[in-house]
């Protein structure tokens, strides 16, 4: 592994790369990152508000739809 070196000679810290946010959730992870119950989730999918994607026998809250709902910037 090369390490790019500093003025003093020494080498650098490894720069870290960010993971990318995600595109979806899964309910449970949804309800843990908004504070918002399974019930309320499933009340603001049928009311149009959040979008709810079947993959599978899964159902997924897309991420862009959760952060409208929540008034998040991205």
Same mark, same amino acid.
């Given at each position: 592994? %090369? !390490?790019?070196?500093t003025?003093?000679?020494r +080498? $650098?810290? +490894?720069?870290? $790369?960010?993971a990318?946010?995600?595109l $979806?959730?899964?309910l449970n992870d949804a #309800?843990r990152?908004?504070?918002l119950s399974?019930?309320?989730?499933y009340? %603001?999918?049928?009311?149009?508000?959040l979008r /709810? /994607?079947?993959?599978?026998?899964?159902? !997924?809250? #897309?991420?862009?739809?959760l952060?409208?709902? /929540?008034?998040v910037a991205e």
């Amino acid at each position: 592994m %090369h !390490l790019a070196e500093t003025t003093a000679g020494r +080498p $650098s810290a +490894p720069q870290r $790369s960010t993971a990318p946010a995600p595109l $979806s959730y899964t309910l449970n992870d949804a #309800c843990r990152v908004s504070g918002l119950s399974r019930a309320t989730l499933y009340r %603001h999918g049928a009311a149009g508000k959040l979008r /709810l /994607l079947k993959v599978g026998g899964r159902t !997924l809250v #897309c991420a862009a739809s959760l952060r409208a709902l /929540l008034g998040v910037a991205e």
